[in-house]
């Protein structure tokens, strides 16, 4: 069946460091791929997502690139803040149903902390 | 904004109770879910639904049931709770036209 797979967590950086956070996927066909985002004491929000293969999905300074040849999608962002502490989900999507339900599988998140 | 509202931020419930959890939506979504969320497990799909009155098991459904009386309502049940079923569990909707899903803040559930 279809799995993400992240990168071990907690990651601690300073701020203005350089993040990546590594998410491998696999799955059959060509899913939809994402990140979200959690912040402490609230629900997910979707932070970026790609649909094809090369497509670049961007917000807030955060950057991922579908690569289907490495099956990955890797988060980066240039120069973190205090404020991205939070945990990051990578995840996949396939389409279930004719209605368009959309079952999301995740990874199992990675908690990053930027001190100042 | 879409809003996805859980009744409850925290629930402490003993053993063999049976516990209702309630979200609501109000951008006339058709597709819900719920997901339970646990340390290194991420998050797990345990039912979904894709209209009024219809619903499939995601991929951990035993020990749990929902139900979808009004579009805008997606209730979770455990029909005999157990402290293995105590964990985070969070609520989501979104369009069938749209990748994003909305999610709830999350109800914290504990059983003693």
Known sequence: GDSVTQMEGPVTLSEEAFLTINCTYTATGYPSLFWYVQYPGEGLQLLLKATKADDKGSNK??????????????????????????VYFCALSHFLTFQ???KLVFG??????INP | DVKVTQSSRYLVKRTGEKVFLECVQ????????????DPGLGLRLIY??????????????????VSREKK??????????????TSM?????????????????????TVV
């Open chain 1, 61 to 86: 300074g955060f950057e991922a690139t579908y690569r289907k040849e490495t099956t990955s999608f890797h988060l980066e962002k240039g120069s973190v803040q205090v404020s991205d502490s939070a």
């Open chain 1, 100 to 102: 368009g339900a959309q």
């Open chain 1, 108 to 113: 199992q998140g990675t908690r990053l902390t």
């Open chain 2, 26 to 37: 109000d951008m006339d979504h058709e597709n819900m879910f719920w997901y339970r969320q």
């Open chain 2, 48 to 65: 979904f639904s894709y209209d009024v009155k219809m619903k499939e098991k995601g991929d951990i459904p035993e020990g749990y049931s």
């Open chain 2, 72 to 85: 805008e309502r997606f209730s979770l049940i455990l029909e005999s709770a157990s402290t293995n079923q």
């Open chain 2, 89 to 109: 569990y969070l609520c989501a909707s979104k369009t069938g036209a749209d990748y994003g899903y909305t999610f709830g803040s999350g109800t914290r559930l």
